[in-house]
């Protein structure tokens, strides 16, 4: 190299390999009090902040905007409940080989006065018999309790106190409704949150075994993982107390998350020590200048996932809202886990971190990666046209996209919730299945003036928008007219027929509500959402032509409507704002206007045939309802900035051997050579622990995450980063660093 090169070299030589020596010469010589540190941070926050079981949401409906239509239905259903209840469990008695007999009636009274004793309980109302006068249900209203570990005490306490009362012989008696329904999925969530922990750890172990073939190695690049898993989740349930909301995708995400990337910064770390280690450096000057080389790369690489995920606060959907800052606070806390807790372990253990495998100086090798890049790049053009075919394919996956998940999460098949709400759907079949609450709300006593209700759910009928339309004259089956059920009213409170009412008429008689059946399609069908529009214009009429104050439409439907429409318009939004600080990012490092175009480009198309290939995997094979309504975001979220991760580690290593290589092809080959390994490794184990979700996640939906992010990040690993993008840098050239120094000094 000339005189002139080195100069130049000097010349673009940044702060930033100062600044992260800095560091490394900070965390080697304070090793000890930095582990102490960070190890004694567990048990305090533990110990002082509260867990994020104890936080976190599971319903959709929590997370969806104040003013959206779902908050007035939810605000107008709440006419039905106690000032103070905040979710609804039903009891459900029922006989399978007849009616309910005189002892069933006694202990199902037993039972309601059992319930009424727990502090949890603000309200129990008995519904009334079912027509076939097999089963009898009762709704029971809970108070603040209903939210986080406190709602599995409530629902446990619940069902003991149900049990402690004999039940005569063949009667059956369960708790659901959606409190226990979403207590019950929160029980099977929990399992599948322990268990994506356990296998993620267990498999990231083995696979770091099998590519450092050392003791130590896979330990020391994995423990500063689980520790910022440790750190970060007391951090992110304290954060709820300023705003920011915590739901099971959260939860469960925040694992692969942080165990996934940050084993990827560990291996970033940990190989350039071994690469150092082996040039000649002493153990701790290793830590030091490679910590200087690829800080900037770990730093810039959460930076642009932390920015991503920060962007979300823009989302009107608290889902997305919550899931960006608390996804970014565990980030930052593993960022800093990484640039400081790992130099001072590494510097601690020396050359046994790599034992038995050797770490003496040897000549650098380029490796299999290396020399099949130099073979593609001999061929830009052929395997650019190759990349662009296979994405191009898997993309056509995505015509006829269809999104699904909507609802609240339902119980799990074999639960106590879900025999309960089979029980349901036999004997009270309009209560059962899914129905929509249709609900009106008046300015007056409507037990004055039963007629004009008559005419509302006469109106309902001939809508043409349900084939069922259940209400106040029907209830539970009972037919009764307008005078008959006035005179009740006024004459038998203990009449069964009045018992049923109190679910279609509210205790201040100014709110009534029917149950109907859509025409459309069942509940929980694309079709069934599709038809809410129509359905609230066909509402918003009946209640103008009977003078009602308030109406609205509330089902799993309604809200699966109401989340896809502020999902989408979160998506529009926030995409090409993420696209924008990406771009930024990329270009402040690599100090080019030329690259983060390019860059940006092949991780979009990876990310559309990830999506492609999850359409066709789930949909067009398996033939599921739709994706997952979140999995196109998270795909963009997670492809498309983790896969930058793989970027800049790539990108940064050919700009450093552009300086000490003849040609730009050289520098390329050698950088592939040297960093496929890493590139590779780091890519097998964030898809493994998405893989690894997709596998024990215990949710369908799950599932498609997992193993839809797993694909994007394969795709992007295997054939992006190490073949098409290095094709694109050999193609351009000395114009990859466009308008920077090294542009003007570069040899093509």
């Avoid at 989302?315 to 919550?322: D, E, L, T, V």
């Avoid at 650098?364 to 990349?387: E, T």
């Avoid at 609900?439 to 004009?452: H, R």
Wanted: charged fraction near 15%; proline fraction near 4%; hydrophobic fraction near 50%.
């Amino acid at each position: 190299m000339s005189k002139k090169q080195n100069t130049k070299k000097a010349a673009v030589e940044h702060t930033g390999i100062k600044f992260f020596s800095a560091i490394g010469r900070f965390s080697v010589r304070f090793r000890w009090f930095i582990i102490v540190f960070w190890i004694a941070l567990v048990p305090i926050l533990t110990a002082n902040f509260p867990s994020i079981n104890d936080v976190s949401k599971n319903n959709n409906s929590d997370f969806l905007p104040k003013n959206s239509p779902t908050d007035t239905a939810v605000k107008l259903e709440s006419k039905f409940q106690s000032k103070d209840t905040a979710a609804n469990a039903i009891i459900v008695a029922a006989r399978s080989d007849g009616p309910l007999t005189i002892a069933d009636h006694q202990a199902i009274t037993k039972i309601q006065d059992a319930v009424k004793k727990s502090n949890s309980v603000t309200d129990v109302k008995d519904q009334g018999i079912s027509a076939d006068g097999q089963a009898e249900q009762i709704s029971v209203g809970i108070n603040g309790d209903a939210f986080g570990e406190k709602a599995l005490k409530v629902a446990d306490d619940l069902r003991t106190k149900m049990k402690s009362v004999k039940a005569p012989a063949g009667l059956s008696v369960h708790l659901t409704g959606d409190f226990a329904s979403s207590v019950d999925a929160a029980n099977a969530n929990q399992k599948g949150r322990d268990n994506t922990q356990i296998f993620t750890v267990v498999f990231i172990l083995v696979l770091l075994l099998v590519i450092f073939r050392a003791v130590l190695a896979p330990l020391v690049t994995l423990i500063p993982a689980v520790l910022a898993l440790s750190v970060a989740q007391p951090v992110i349930a304290e954060s709820t107390k300023v705003g920011v909301q915590v739901g099971f995708i959260t939860q469960i995400l925040l694992i692969v998350l942080i165990l996934g990337a940050g084993t990827d910064y560990g291996l970033f770390l940990v190989f350039r020590v071994r690469e150092e280690l082996r040039k000649g450096a002493a153990p701790k000057e290793a830590v030091v200048k490679a910590l200087s080389r690829v800080g900037e790369s770990i730093t810039f690489s959460a930076a642009t996932v932390i920015a991503a995920l920060l962007s979300l606060l823009l989302a009107s959907f608290g889902i997305y809202k919550g899931l960006g800052p608390g996804l970014a606070i565990g980030l930052a806390i593993m960022l800093l886990i990484a640039l400081t807790f790992l130099p001072a372990l590494l510097a601690i253990l020396g050359r046994a971190v790599f034992w038995p495998s050797k770490t003496t100086k040897r000549e650098l090798k380029i490796g299999l990666w290396g020399r099949l890049a130099d073979r593609v790049i001999k061929r830009p053009v052929l395997m650019i046209v190759i990349g662009l075919v296979i994405f191009g394919t898997l993309s056509l996956g995505v015509l006829g996209y269809k999104a699904g998940g909507f609802g609240n999460q339902s119980a799990p098949s074999g639960s106590d919730s879900d025999t309960g709400q089979k029980v349901l759907q036999r004997h009270f079949p309009a209560s059962g299945s899914g129905p929509q609450l249709l609900i009106f709300q008046f300015k007056d006593s409507v037990w004055n003036n039963l007629g004009t209700i008559q005419e509302v759910q006469d109106e309902l009928t001939q809508s043409g928008k349900f084939k069922e339309i259940n209400g106040p004259f029907d209830a539970n089956g009972f037919k009764v007219d307008p005078t008959a059920l006035k005179q009740v009213h006024d004459t038998d409170t203990s009449s069964p027929i009045l018992l049923a009412e109190k679910q279609f008429i509210s205790s201040d008689g100014k709110t009534v509500q029917f149950l109907g059946i859509l025409k459309a399609g069942p509940s929980g069908s694309a079709a069934a959402s599709s038809a809410i529009p129509s359905v609230r214009a066909s509402i918003d009429q009946i209640a103008k032509n009977a003078g009602a104050e308030q109406n609205s439409i509330y089902s799993a439907d309604s809200v699966a409507y109401d989340v896809n429409h502020v999902a989408n318009s979160d998506l529009k939004k926030i995409i090409p704002v993420v696209l924008v600080i990406i771009a930024v990012l990329l270009a402040i490092l690599l100090r080019s206007l030329v690259a983060p175009w390019y860059l940006i480009l092949t991780v979009g198309l990876s990310y559309f045939a990830s999506l492609g290939f999850a359409m066709i995997v789930f949909v067009h094979i398996q033939h599921q309802d739709g994706l997952f309504f979140i999995l196109p975001f998270l795909l963009f979220i997670f492809v498309m900035a983790l896969g930058e991760d793989y970027n800049i580690l790539v990108m940064t290593r050919i700009r450093e051997e552009v300086h000490n290589e003849p040609t730009m092809k050289k520098a390329v080959t050698k950088a592939i050579g040297i960093t496929g390994t890493t590139v590779t490794s780091a890519g097998l184990i964030l898809a493994g622990t998405f893989g690894v979700l997709g596998l024990v996640g215990g949710d369908p939906s799950v599932a498609q995450i997992g193993y839809g992010v797993a694909f994007g990040i394969l795709l992007d690993t295997l054939f992006v980063r190490t073949l098409l993008v290095p094709s694109i840098v050999a193609l351009l050239g000395k114009w990859n660093w466009w308008p920077s120094e090294l542009y003007k000094t570069i040899k093509e």
